[in-house]
């Protein structure tokens, strides 16, 4: 039987992704192999995020030319974010890969898997078959002439969207108040069929992620993201619901709804969507037991989600919210399109509504021209919102993006590096203090796996839990009465399985 192995580097989109492929080839029946050395096929999902990514995955893909001289017969294909429009230069870097596709273009993968006799005649037609979104217009127009994605319309991502109305919080309830009509009113009709409805999971893991919305129109100037990953297009809402519906089927318990900015969730789709309507309808799913959302952008997260998130059962409470700086002048730089004020605001709306929500963050440090008291503010941000995760990281230059060609990456790599060590020290004593808080307390954990001797899962609040205890116990609730805590995880006594 041909066999497959996928390496996957990045962010929950590139984990959906590969998700994906890993469903297509096991509907056609291929295996998966133990190596990356045995396999027949050999998918590369990649990510250039940052410098450090990059060049982990170009080490990946030189490391598999030994291969391919040794068993030609062998297919490589690179996928993800390294791979822009353009692949002539790619091919020509590295000759012994066979194909290579842009991040979300399944059909063409399902395309060439068919014509290389891997799976099916007919591959299952894609609504990202073309990668979801038209990246030459895009290019067309010039990437930073395109309409602004902040409120104002300028380049003044300090006047704050919440005020201005667009697609901040007021504007939201002023335009569709408290109760937009369910657009699957009709619960009992059956929405069309997702071509990838076997992708994902098959019942060999309890947790899945599921992309609702592809690329991102924002365009932080550092960020590399949407050249790669083209504008936003959300999936509809029924195929999501139905690919939702056929895992909780499967086995499929806790899902993830993935996106580079979830709560643009529908803006783009012909009939009323949002995140909250579709976290509803999905609530309501049998067999599946919880539901998580990343990553929300402070300048598109609503208090109408929050609120309506508060009356959902299946919903953990548990948000990502990168706040990348906590200084206005950066934020500014960055085009994030809020102030350090308006973040503050939406986490005490979010401890208001959802008092035990457990929230995490992302962070640049050494963002061009970041002086010690820019850093400062955003450390002290830290300090005062007291976030259960910090994901840090050294700013990298993206070629391309607007800072990169407008900013000089003009501060010191040993002070990035302090900068980034600060904060790890500081979040590694804040997620201390707040773990220990649940020594002796019972939590609810998703077992997902067996790590050695224990089994590991996740609470609610996205706490790692290991525990021991004999039995299969993926996909049960288990009663774990925690005795010891880290910054990073916590360990306890199973008392009770469901
Ligand atoms: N969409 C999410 C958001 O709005 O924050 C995050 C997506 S991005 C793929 C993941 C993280 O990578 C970002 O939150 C940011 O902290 C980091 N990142 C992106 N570009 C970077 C760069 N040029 N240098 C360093 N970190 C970067
Ligand atoms: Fe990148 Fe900003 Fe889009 Fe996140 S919101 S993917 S950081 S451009």
């Known amino acids: 039987m041909a066999s497959y192995y996928i390496w996957t580097i990045g962010c929950q989109m590139n984990k959906a992704d590969s998700e994906r492929v890993k469903g297509l080839f096991d509907s056609w029946g291929l295996a998966p192999a133990p190596d990356v050395q045995s396999a027949d096929t050999i998918v590369l999902n990649s990510c250039v995020v940052r410098q450090k990514a990059e060049n982990r995955v170009v080490s990946k893909i030189g490391s598999l030319a030994a291969l391919k001289r040794k068993r030609p017969d062998a297919s490589i294909i690179v996928i993800g974010c390294l791979v822009d429009g353009q692949t002539d230069e790619l091919r020509r870097l590295y000759p012994h890969v066979d194909a290579f596709f842009k991040a979300g273009e399944y059909g063409d993968i399902a395309a060439w898997g068919v014509s290389k006799g891997l799976g099916g005649a007919n591959p299952p037609v894609s609504p990202f078959a073309k990668g979801g979104r038209d990246m030459t217009?895009?290019?067309?127009?010039?990437?930073e002439d395109l309409p602004s994605p902040f409120a104002n319309g300028g380049e003044n991502p300090s006047v704050s969207p919440f005020a201005k109305g667009g697609r901040g919080m007021t504007s939201l309830f002023a335009r569709r108040g408290e109760d937009l009509p369910s657009p699957f009113a009709k619960r009992g009709e059956n929405p069309p069929e997702s071509p990838f409805e076997k992708g994902g999971q098959k019942g060999d893991s309890p947790v899945a992620y599921v992309p609702v919305i592809h690329g991102c129109d924002n365009f932080c100037s550092y960020c590399i993201v949407p050249y790669r990953r083209g504008r936003e297009k959300s999936r509809p809402a029924a195929e999501i619901i139905s690919e939702v519906r056929g895992m909780a089927a499967r086995g499929v318990r806790e899902v993830t709804l993935v996106g580079q900015n979830v709560d643009s969730y529908g803006h783009d789709l012909p009939e009323p969507a949002d995140l909250a309507v579709l976290l509803q309808e999905l609530n309501e799913i049998e067999g599946?037991?919880?539901?998580?959302?990343?990553?929300?952008?402070?300048?598109?997260?609503?208090?109408?989600?929050?609120?309506?998130?508060?009356?959902m059962d299946k919903v953990c409470r548990h948000i990502n919210l990168p706040v990348q700086s906590g200084?206005?002048?950066?934020?500014?730089?960055?085009?994030r399109g809020y102030t350090s004020a308006n973040y503050r605001k939406l986490i005490e709306e979010i401890r208001r509504f959802l008092p035990d929500a457990a929230l995490s963050t992302d962070v640049i440090v050494g963002f061009p021209g970041e002086t010690e008291e820019q850093f400062l503010d955003t450390y002290r941000l830290l300090e005062e919102v007291r976030f259960d995760a910090v994901h840090v990281a050294a700013y990298s230059p993206r070629a391309g993006t607007l800072a990169s060609r407008t900013l000089k990456d003009d501060v010191p790599v040993e002070?990035?590096?302090?900068?980034?060590?600060?904060?790890?020290?500081?979040?590694?004593?804040?997620?201390?203090?707040?773990?220990?808080?649940l020594a002796g307390k019972t939590v609810e954990v998703l077992v997902e796996k067996r790590a050695g001797e224990k089994w590991?899962?996740?609470?609610?609040?996205?706490?790692?839990?290991?525990?021991?205890?004999?039995?299969?116990?993926v996909g049960k609730l288990v009663c774990v009465r925690i005795d010891r805590t880290s910054p990073w995880s916590l360990t306890g006594e199973p008392i009770l399985a469901v």
């Open 288 to 311: 599946l037991y919880r539901l998580r959302f990343l990553t929300s952008h402070p300048k598109d997260m609503t208090l109408r989600l929050i609120r309506m998130i508060a009356g």
């Open 137 to 143: 217009s895009l290019f067309a127009r010039g990437r």
């Open 327 to 335: 200084n206005d002048e950066i934020l500014k730089a960055m085009r």
């Open 456 to 473: 590991s899962g996740r609470t609610r609040s996205n706490k790692l839990v290991f525990f021991e205890a004999g039995g299969d116990l």
């Open 415 to 437: 002070v990035k590096m302090a900068r980034l060590q600060r904060v790890e020290a500081l979040q590694e004593k804040v997620a201390g203090e707040i773990n220990s808080e």
